[in-house]
């Protein structure tokens, strides 16, 4: 017999989330998702582990979400600045060869 397909975490969460309210029995969840009694034990168990470490840590440091913000911030930032030497050098070039440039009339 080959084994079951994977149960998407999602999933398992709300599953565990209706034992945990008492809405049904680890026992009706396994047989209704044709998994193993001790399968959905372990995501219960899974589950509240995670849940003391979350609250243990709290929100002290940056979302991942932040995280990805402020890389993309210091990416465009960089880009900016190199954008700005490229022209810096390209106008020196243009001088260079057409005499000083007049931005204003």
Known sequence: MGRPPSI????????????I?????IT?????ENVSEQSIG?????FLEAGKTAL???KCGPS?????LEA??????QARGEAAVEIRVWK??????LGPLRTSR
């Open 8 to 19: 998407p975490a999602e999933k398992k969460s709300r599953i565990v989330l209706r034992v």
């Open 21 to 25: 309210a008492g809405e049904m029995t």
């Open 28 to 32: 009706a969840a396994a047989r209704r």
């Open 42 to 46: 372990r995501w219960k168990a899974d």
């Open 56 to 58: 243990a840590v709290g």
């Open 64 to 68: 991942t979400r932040e995280e990805q």
């Open 72 to 77: 993309e911030v210091a990416d465009l930032t």
């Open 92 to 97: 020196k070039s243009a001088e260079g060869r």
